[in-house]
């Protein structure tokens, strides 16, 4: 593509070298905001093809550029809802090179649907 | 706007290429599928980056390169993709219309007992649908179920966009020799 810069190193002027890896390794591959709360919705998003609405508070993500395993980070969070309940913990299930699984649970233990879901990819794509 | 020649770019390239210079497109197209009696209605919603892409052409792989990536990482000995290449080397195909792009993500994303056997039940295991079709809220979505209603009014649309002739989406490349000759569903 043009406008390449193949480069080892990046030198600030005040701040000293990075090894450009650092930032290639240290990007998220993929990452996606969805509305889970009326009809599921996606609202912005990089590297991803769909989601799939399973049951209440159960949301596939599909990758559009596989990773290269399942071995790769996930950090998941949700938002408060409009209607006024507050999503408890994040659960990441079933994660494949192609795909994960985001889960949005209620303080109380339940499955919930939020208003806005946030979930990325960190690792190394196939 | 004209898509690069993307042949032998790193498919993540051409994604950010897209995400650049593409305006997203929000699909009222949702998938609606069972894939088994115990669970309830899942819902597939198109992205609107990919949307933009697949109506643009040029960018994405065949949908048989995903086959081929599940095949391997379903293999016991799976460690890590070792033919990530076909992803950015495989000729990506030609612009898609909506419909097109839809049926293509059915293909890479739902799983395979379902389309393949979406009409050979009692009722069809999978339409697609307008998204007002669908419940306005979300109450009792865990017994949200495709209607008989619903399915009479959309059957066709299945069955018409699973047979039609289409330009940029090529069922002999979707079901290409290397994928008949690894046998990989057979």
């Known amino acids: 593509m043009a406008g390449k810069i193949i480069a080892d190193q990046i030198q600030s002027s005040t701040a000293g070298t990075l090894d450009t890896k650092y930032v290639v390794d240290g990007s998220a591959k993929a990452w996606v905001s969805f509305d889970n709360a009326s009809t599921a919705t996606i609202e912005e998003s990089l590297n991803i093809s769909n989601i799939v609405d399973f049951a209440a508070g159960e949301t596939q993500v599909n990758l559009t550029n596989n990773m290269t395993n399942a071995n790769y980070c996930i950090p998941a969070s949700a938002g408060r809802t409009t209607s006024g309940g507050s999503p408890g913990a994040q659960w990441i299930y079933g994660p494949a090179s192609s795909r994960w699984q985001h889960e949005t649970m209620a303080n109380g233990g339940s499955y919930m649907d939020a208003d806005n879901n946030y979930s990325a990819a960190l690792g190394d794509l196939a | 706007m004209n898509t690069p020649e993307f042949k032998g770019t790193h498919l993540f390239e051409r994604l950010l290429w897209a995400k650049e210079n593409l305006e997203p497109v929000q699909s009222d197209y949702r998938v609606v599928f069972e894939s088994d009696v115990d669970s309830p209605a899942s819902i597939l919603v198109a992205d609107p980056n990919w949307m933009a892409a697949a109506k643009q052409g040029g960018i994405l792989p065949p949908v048989w390169v995903y086959w081929l990536l599940a095949a391997d990482e379903a293999h016991p000995d799976f460690k890590k993709h070792t033919r990530g290449y076909l992803l950015h080397d495989t000729q990506p195909i030609g612009p898609l219309t909506e419909e097109q792009a839809i049926e293509y993500l059915i293909y890479k994303d739902v799983p395979r ?67 008949n000759r690894s046998k990989v569903y057979a």
């Open chain 2, 113 to 179: 007992h379902v389309w393949e056997n979406y009409n050979k039940g009692n009722k069809p295991n999978l339409i697609i649908c307008n998204k007002s079709q669908l419940p306005k809220t979300r109450e009792w979505r865990n017994a949200w179920s495709i209607s008989d209603e619903v399915v009479s009014g959309n059957i066709e649309t299945v069955q018409s966009i699973e047979y039609q002739e289409t330009e940029g989406l090529d069922l002999t490349e979707m079901f290409s020799e290397e994928l």
